[in-house]
């Protein structure tokens, strides 16, 4: 019986990972603390955008990941979609003098979605929502600062200039 299960089962994962998911928008968050900015942009606009903004504010970009360019590789059309982790070393320090724990919180996210139209959504969670849980007065400290440099980077990214 495995033997008939497991063939037809990696058919079927082969064939729902070759298809584009359907759409589907960020406001479906379970989070309520979702921060969800529409932008003026295309997708590629915003990724760039994202970048300038992130240096021009002092902070890294820890790592960056594109479904819609990865599956564009691959020959296949979906709609802008990446994500871009930013975080700088002085508050990951910080970070783990308050809680190691909270270390898996980091760094944070900004994801970047393409709508039907062609423009593109910027969303993220504060830093202090994502800390929250934590309930270590030094880490909602560390989020509060990360939560005003967050919010002008997304400004600066959604910004219409």
């Known amino acids: 019986m495995h033997r008939m299960i497991l063939p037809a089962l990696c058919k079927l994962m ?4 070759a298809s584009p998911a359907p759409a589907q928008g960020i ?17 590629d606009t915003l990724w760039q955008r994202m970048e300038d903004a992130v240096r021009g504010h002092e902070m890294f970009l820890v790592g960056r ?8 590789g691959r020959g296949i059309e979906i709609p ?3 994500i871009v982790d930013v975080y700088r070393n002085d508050f990951a320090v910080r970070m783990l003098e308050a809680s190691v724990a909270a270390g898996f919180e980091a760094p944070i996210r900004f994801y970047l979605t393409e709508a ?12 202090s929502a ?26 600066a990214a959604v910004a219409e200039e």
């Open 116 to 127: 039907d139209d062609g423009t593109a959504t910027l969303a993220y969670r504060p830093p």
């Open 130 to 155: 994502v800390f929250a849980p934590y309930g270590n007065a030094d880490l909602d400290a560390m989020a509060a600062e990360l939560d005003e440099i967050f919010a002008s980077i997304a400004a």
């Open 14 to 17: 082969l064939a729902l990972a």
């Open 80 to 82: 802008g979609n990446g």
């Open 27 to 43: 406001e479906e968050s379970p989070h309520a603390d979702m921060m969800v900015l529409p932008t003026p942009h295309d997708f």
């Open 65 to 72: 990941a594109s479904a819609s360019r990865a599956a564009a």
